[in-house]
Nanobody, 119 residues
Framework: QVQLVESGGGLVQTGGSLRLSCAAS????????MAWYRQAPGKQRELVAT???????FYVDSVKGRFTISRDKAQNAMYLQMNSLKPEDTAVYYC?????????????WGQGTQVTVSS
């Protein structure tokens, strides 16, 4: 059972930056896809960005050009660099990891870290 712990959230003004970290309790080598999700008050959890173990990345349109996802095998960690933050980025950000073994997918989640962007 992989445990994920997010950190780096906080309060920032519009236009500011934050770097979120997701620390894994074991090697991330075989975590095929890692991702950041977020959930704003009263809204459903939504995907923000993904990164494969081959370092292929995907971003939702709303964060393209502002956010950068990365992963570091040596640190067993994933990161989300968030620049040019907007009030609509305010949410709890969750780290997710998926491991595929054959057709079986196992998902792991962190507890979330709050990001608040003031206008």
């Amino acid at each position: 059972q992989v445990q994920l712990v997010e950190s780096g959230g906080g309060l920032v003004q519009t236009g500011g930056s934050l770097r979120l970290s997701c620390a894994a309790s074991e090697t991330i080598f075989d975590l095929n896809v890692m991702a950041w999700y977020r959930q704003a008050p009263g809204k459903q959890r939504e995907l923000v960005a993904t990164i494969t173990n081959g370092h292929n990345t995907f971003y939702v349109d709303s964060v393209k050009g502002r956010f950068t996802i990365s992963r570091d095998k040596a640190q067993n960690a994933m990161y989300l660099q968030m620049n040019s933050l907007k009030p609509e980025d305010t949410a709890v950000y969750y780290c997710n990891a998926a491991r595929y073994r054959g057709t079986l997918r196992s998902d792991y989640w962190g507890q979330g870290t709050q990001v608040t962007v003031s206008s």
